[in-house]
Nanobody, 123 residues
Framework: QVQLVESGGGLVQAGGSLRLSCAASGRTLSSYGMGWFRQAPGKERAFVARINRSGLSTYYADSVKGRFTISKDNAKNTVYLQMNSLKPEDTAVYSC????????????????WGQGTQVTVSS
């Protein structure tokens, strides 16, 4: 089993930045791909970013490409999401999860979800 705990969310003005962290315990995440998803009120959970087990391959949703960066620190068993140039439409609860399937953009390809951290971007 693995436990994931997200942190780093908060309230920022449009154009600002935040860095989210996803700390894992119970299993070494260096052997797995990891993803970030987000869910706004009344909306379905949406794919944000994914990093492969080596940390050398990343993939982003078009809506965040060029603004967000996913990374991982295997020594700390932690995955990060650096969010720059934030927009009000980025407001959501952000969650991380362990990749188990091949379709990296769908939630069914992930397991062991964290509790999520709230990101709010004001105009």
């Amino acid at each position: 089993q693995v436990q994931l705990v997200e942190s780093g969310g908060g309230l920022v003005q449009a154009g600002g930045s935040l860095r989210l962290s996803c700390a894992a315990s119970g299993r070494t995440l260096s052997s797995y791909g990891m993803g970030w998803f987000r869910q706004a009120p009344g909306k379905e959970r949406a794919f944000v970013a994914r990093i492969n087990r080596s940390g050398l391959s990343t993939y982003y949703a078009d809506s965040v490409k060029g603004r967000f960066t996913i990374s991982k620190d295997n020594a700390k068993n932690t995955v990060y999401l650096q969010m720059n140039s934030l927009k009000p439409e980025d407001t959501a609860v952000y969650s991380c999860a362990v990749q188990i399937g091949d379709d990296i953009t769908t939630a069914q390809s992930y397991y062991y979800w964290g509790q999520g951290t709230q990101v709010t971007v004001s105009s």
